[in-house]
C-alpha cells in the first residue's frame, strides 16, 4: 500500500484525509475520489504526492498514450485513473486489503469506453512476481510508497523484476528523514536516478529511474 506518515491533530490536512471524498480536476476532468481512512487507513485518502505526478503528467512532456504503465501502491487510484486518462493501458495494483476499494474508484472515475484500459490487480511487494510478466511495462510509477524501511528491500526486488532497459519510472515522494535517503541511495545503486521535478508548495519530489549506469547525482 502507499504508506507515509500520519500525526493526528495535524489541521486542515487531517480535515481533509478524513474527509469521505475529494474532487480534483485533470485531462479535462471532474475526478472524484472516495476516501475511508477509518476503515483502511493511509492505503484510503490521497496524498500529495499522488497529486503532484498527476499535475506533472499532465503537463505532457511524458507521452503516455497507448503505454504500457504500472501503478505500485495505488491506494485510492487516482494516479492510476489519471494515466488512463491521457491514454495509457494501466495496471493498478495494491494489496489484497485495498482491491475493492481501489476498484471502485477507479469504476467512477473513467468512462465506459476506457475502463478496459485499467486493470486492478493485487500485488505484495516481492511477492506472486511471477505473475507480472518481467520487463513488460513502458512506466512503473508510484506515489509515496518509500516510507517503511523495511519494504525497501521488496520494492527494489520489484522493481527491477518489472523494468526492463527501456521502462522509465517515476517515484513522486516527500524526502522526510534518513531512512527515504537510504532508500534513494539503495535506488541509485541500481538505477540511473535523477530527479526531475520538484513542487516547492508540496515539498514533493519527482525521481525518474532507468537501467543503465548509474548516476552520483542526488
Known sequence: MALVPYEEGAGWGARQLHSPSATYHFVSRTIRIKQDWRRLGVAAVVWDAAVVLCAYLEMGGIDLRDRSVIELGAGTGLLGIVATLLGAHVTIT?????????????????????????????????????????????????????????????????????????????????????????????????????????????????????????????
Not at 473513467?110 to 486492478?120: G, I, M, N, Q, T
Open 94 to 218: 495494491d494489496r489484497a486489503a485495498a482491491l475493492e476499494f481501489l476498484e471502485s474508484n477507479v469504476q467512477a472515475n473513467l468512462p465506459s469506453e476506457l475502463r478496459p484500459r485499467a486493470v486492478v490487480k493485487e500485488l505484495t511487494w516481492g511477492k506472486d512476481l511471477g505473475n507480472f510478466p518481467s520487463g513488460a511495462f513502458d512506466f512503473i510509477l508510484g506515489a509515496d510508497i518509500v516510507y517503511l524501511e523495511e519494504t525497501f528491500a521488496e520494492l527494489l526486488q520489484t522493481l527491477e523484476h518489472l523494468c526492463s532497459e527501456q521502462t522509465v519510472i517515476l517515484l513522486s515522494c516527500r524526502i522526510r528523514y534518513e531512512r527515504d535517503h537510504r532508500f534513494l541511495r539503495m535506488l541509485r545503486g541500481r538505477f540511473s536516478v535523477y530527479e526531475v521535478h520538484y513542487d516547492s508548495n508540496k515539498e514533493v519530489h519527482i525521481y525518474k529511474a532507468q537501467r543503465g549506469s548509474r548516476k552520483d547525482d542526488l
